[in-house]
């Protein structure tokens, strides 16, 4: 054996094999990949490799390429495929499962300050057909590779719990959509892949054993000191309420859009999870809705919150044979609170507040309403007000109502005269919490065109930048700014 591919895959282990493998294909099923042809890595991601202990330079080897683009014929490994079931659009979907994703393995970190170790799930999507393909061909296109690649490290460099993306691999094998694209790999790497729907699944065909199975799983990898406790499931299921209101209140806070909020899109640790289409808003708009097929706009920016929370309750549902229905409301019952806390907070320290106080309920929500109105950029206006103390005119001439936001400017500063800190200090706090870059949909757009022609400089400059958006980052400045008008044009959907 190759030593680059040993010193990677002898770090694997598969827990989830070992635990379910007695339970025939309950859980998961043993799948074989079909690897790429002709693959060509698009971009490596060094952060994450230093994270998880990796030689970058062992992962772009020859070896570790081909692995990547599913070519396990000189490793010993026994890739599985979850399955799982789900709401979409509110509607029961039965069975969905991983189509065109598979689980190498999970790879041992040991933190570099605690003896904890950690397992970190090592996935290829788009590595070819599982059981769970249905009609569809395994594969994830180009395009659509490169949205999730740059997107989650777009999240994790914001603060935001997601899954991660190890390398992303380009190929010559041809996948048809509405034209022939090229396939790729995105080498996924997350904490879990244990989704609602994976307990939806086994709720729904009345296998409450596997329910439970699932959940112990869940708790003995990643909540050990709970394995005795009788309350453990009471504490899941409040740890998955908790986290979630807390990823959706940030995503409300940095105008991130997921896009396809299904149940079988909803990780049961809370992590952003399933890139598609999703998008960061410009212009402050409540009712944006970033997925062109979501016609009814079920998940538009403004219903995230309470999407989140009927996920949750389909969760709940679906944990009835662990938990009395009293417990699960219970838990529920904590969503709105935490959401609101967090969200509030944010918003407070995004406009350099010390601490949210009742009365800045208006403060923010006029904002809002003012922003929406003047259609104005929401990432842009925060970074600007950043500098208000040393240039007013830059920010105020983001609206059209001047007059407007000078009623509204007013109240703020008395806001801040509150408080003690100096207007450098409150500016550097708001530097660190009010990004400069976010991943637009044009910025994605451009990568990808010239991904497509064989350039992959702008996916890796685009990564560079996103992995510390509050950054300046002074070659890419022409990123900081208002979207160009052919942004408007881009419409992104579920094809991929
Ligand atoms: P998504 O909308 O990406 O979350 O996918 C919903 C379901 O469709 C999941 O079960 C995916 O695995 C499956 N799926 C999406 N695209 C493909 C594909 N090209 N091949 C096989 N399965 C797919
Ligand atoms: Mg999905």
């Known amino acids: 054996m190759n030593e680059t591919h040993f010193t990677f895959t002898k770090r694997l282990k598969n827990t989830f094999l070992e635990v379910f493998k007695d ?4 859980h998961f099923v043993a799948v074989k990949s079909q690897p790429l042809t002709n693959p060509v890595f698009v971009s490596i991601n060094n952060l994450l490799c230093e994270k998880l202990g990796l030689d970058a330079g062992v992962i772009s080897s020859e070896v570790m390429l081909n692995l990547m683009a599913g070519d396990l014929s000189e490793v010993n490994l026994q890739p599985i495929s979850l399955v799982y079931s789900g709401h979409q659009f509110g509607v029961w979907a039965g069975q969905l499962g991983d189509g065109r994703a ?3 393995g999970e790879l041992e970190v040991t933190g570099s300050t605690t003896e904890e ?5 090592i996935q290829l999507k788009g590595a070819g057909t599982t059981p769970y393909s249905r009609f569809a061909d395994g594969r994830a296109v180009l395009r659509s590779s490169i949205r999730e690649y740059l997107c989650s490290e777009a999240m994790h460099g914001l603060g935001i719990a997601t899954t991660r993306a190890l390398c992303l691999v380009n190929s010559e094998t041809p996948v048809y959509r509405e034209e022939v694209e090229s396939a790729a790999t995105l080498c996924r790497v997350a904490r879990s892949h244990i989704r609602f729907g994976s307990f939806e699944h086994f709720h729904y065909r009345n296998q409450p054993e596997a329910v439970k199975n699932l959940a112990d799983y869940v708790i003995s990898r990643h909540f050990p000191d ?8 009471g504490n899941l299921i409040t740890h998955t309420v908790g986290e979630t209101a807390k990823m959706i209140a940030q995503w409300q806070a940095v105008g991130f859009s997921h896009g396809v909020m299904n149940t079988d899109n909803m990780s049961i640790l809370g992590d952003t999870i399933d890139y598609g289409p999703f998008g960061f808003l410009d212009s402050y708009n409540p009712d944006f809705i970033c997925n062109h097929t979501d016609t009814n706009g079920r998940y538009s920016f403004k219903n995230q919150p309470s999407v989140g929370l009927w996920n949750l309750n389909a969760l709940a549902t679906s944990l009835l044979s662990l938990l009395p229905s009293e417990l699960l409301v219970d838990a529920l019952k904590t969503y709105e609170p935490t959401f609101l806390q967090v969200y509030r907070g944010l918003m407070s320290k995004k406009l350099g507040l010390e601490e949210y106080r009742d009365s800045d309920e208006i403060l923010i929500n006029d904002l809002l309403a003012l922003m929406a109105e003047n259609q104005v950029d929401y990432t842009l206006f925060f970074r600007q007000l950043c500098y208000l103390s040393e240039d007013q005119r830059e920010v105020r001439n ?6 407007a936001f000078d009623v509204w400017a007013k109240v703020y500063l008395q806001r801040l005269e509150q408080q003690d800190s100096s207007d450098s200090e409150r500016s550097a706090v708001m530097l660190q919490t009010n990004p400069k870059y976010i991943l637009r949909n044009y910025m994605a757009q451009t990568a990808i065109e010239k991904a497509q022609q064989g350039d992959y400089s702008e996916v890796n400059l685009l990564l560079e930048i996103l992995q510390s958006p509050f950054e300046e980052h002074p070659h890419a400045n022409h990123y900081a700014g208002l979207p160009p008008d052919w942004a408007e044009t881009i419409s992104v959907s579920c094809s991929s």
């Open 23 to 26: 339970t025939g294909d309950l």
């Open 102 to 104: 598979m689980t190498l």
């Open 117 to 121: 170790t950690q397992l970190w799930d």
């Open 226 to 233: 709970w394995i005795d406790e009788d309350d453990r499931y």
């Open 398 to 403: 983001l609206f059209i109502d001047r007059e």
